[in-house]
């Protein structure tokens, strides 16, 4: 069978991992869509979506609308007779003018056994929950977000020791296994050998995009329960609490890293605002005051 013909959808990291996971099994989009270029850093330096990034190094051709419901941008994509269109965390609901474009439809890869955790966080969301077994879910994407029929679903449960991970390694492996299953998938699909399976509403939950407040944590509170906000929340948003330097100046502390101890919370690393990363021993040591 020819490899099919295809475009993808998505944004941050999580799609470069998918993609990559494509790109191993030796499927490569003709065109990417992902955001338009971002201030991001310190210096608010207008940069490209690591989705952008890892085409342009291949010489994909990339596009990044401000809309997908520009007209002139559906009518450039209609030009061409796509097999299917591929979305791993664009960011923005797709519409169905583009939905119904190509002959095999337009298939999702979200990071959890679906109906549980639809949204925006689902990886996050599964180590505040403390839900060991997860997966990954290909779905026939709809109008609606996330309530696409199934077309596959690959479980994976982390080893007991190995849990909770960190939240960007979460993804990290659900967007690599489920760029795998897709891989695996593609084929039937489009020869119609697969049947799309509708959800069980019944059984759905959802997540939210987190603020910086759901990241805060409680030094004196449960010691397992910060420890999974501090797993979950490695980035954006990044676990933190609120301290006084030997000034007596408020200041928020980032954590980096942390373990449980004896049913204790221990931190390890952390960094001070406006300071560099250090031990926990050596913040102590700096005259602040938790």
Do not use: C
């Not at 190094?57 to 520009?70: N, S, Y």
């Not at 969301?125 to 309530?147: F, H, N, Y």
């Not at 933190?240 to 049913?263: C, M, P, T, Y």
């Amino acid at each position: 069978m020819k490899k099919p013909l295809f475009a993808f959808f998505g944004t941050p990291g999580f799609g470069v991992h998918v993609l990559s996971a494509l790109e191993s099994h030796g499927l490569i989009p003709a065109l990417v869509v992902t955001a338009p270029d971002k201030p991001r850093g310190r210096g608010r330096i207008l940069s490209p979506s690591p989705v952008k990034t890892w085409a342009l190094e291949r010489g994909i051709e990339v596009v990044t609308p401000a809309t997908l419901k520009d007209p002139s941008f559906i009518a450039e994509l209609s030009n061409t007779d796509w097999d299917v269109f591929i979305v791993a965390a664009y960011g923005k609901l797709i519409p169905r003018a583009l939905l119904t474009m190509p002959r095999g439809g337009a298939l999702n890869i979200h990071p959890s056994l679906l109906p549980k955790l639809r949204g925006p966080s689902p990886a996050r969301s599964a180590i505040l929950s403390d839900m060991r077994e997860t997966g990954v879910s290909i779905m026939q994407m709809s109008e609606e977000m996330d309530k696409g029929p199934v077309i596959a679903q690959a479980r994976i449960e982390i080893a007991p020791e190995e849990w909770p991970p960190k939240g960007a390694l979460l993804e990290e492996l659900l967007a690599t296994e489920g760029g795998t299953l897709l891989a695996e998938t593609l084929p039937e699909w489009l020869k119609g050998d697969i049947k799309a399976e509708p959800q069980e509403e019944s059984a759905a939950t959802d997540t939210k995009k987190f603020i910086d407040e759901d990241a805060r944590i409680n030094l004196t509170g449960d010691p397992r329960k910060e420890f999974l906000k501090i797993q979950a929340f490695d980035e954006s948003p990044r676990a933190h609490f609120f301290a006084h330097d030997a000034s007596g100046k408020q200041i928020r502390v980032n954590i980096l890293e942390a373990e449980l101890r004896d049913s204790s919370l221990i931190l390890t690393k952390v960094v001070p605002e406006g300071k560099r990363e250090m031990s926990w021993e050596e913040f102590l040591r700096s005259g602040a005051k938790v």
